[in-house]
């Protein structure tokens, strides 16, 4: 099965950006709709954004509308999430995770296949 790595997280400060990077071992990861969650302590894992293989139809959850970005290269066979205007409400592990099927996208996390180890990411005010 492929194998999901994530990248990029770390320590800033509330209006800071960050850009996170999830990248698969090999070229079935650009087949599969590749979803970013995030995961904070004593909460449920919460979808953040996913996108189609092709690169279209990128979608958000409403609590980040505006600020990430989500995008991929399939060539690369990475996954990227640029995160702007952080708050501490963004404060969690995220990770991402890749979806067996081209059209079909999911916001909940039990739907999806595989999923990397997770990046933290802390925003402080």
């Known amino acids: 099965q492929v194998q999901l790595v994530e990248s990029g997280g770390g320590l800033v400060q509330a209006g800071d950006s960050l850009r996170l990077s999830c990248a698969g071992s090999d070229s079935t990861f650009s087949t599969y709709i590749i979803g970013w969650f995030r995961q904070a302590p004593g909460k449920e894992r919460e979808f953040v954004a996913h996108i189609l293989w092709t690169g279209m139809s990128p979608y958000y959850a409403d609590s980040v509308k505006g600020r990430f970005i989500i995008s991929r290269d399939n060539a690369k066979n990475t996954v990227d999430l640029q995160m702007n205007n952080l708050n501490p409400e963004d404060t969690a592990v995220y990770y991402c995770?890749?979806?067996?099927?081209?059209?079909?996208?999911?916001?909940?996390?039990?739907?999806?296949?595989?999923w990397g180890q997770g990046t933290q990411v802390t925003v402080y005010s």
């Open positions: 995770g890749a979806r067996r099927s081209w059209t079909r996208p999911s916001a909940s996390a039990n739907e999806y296949d595989y």
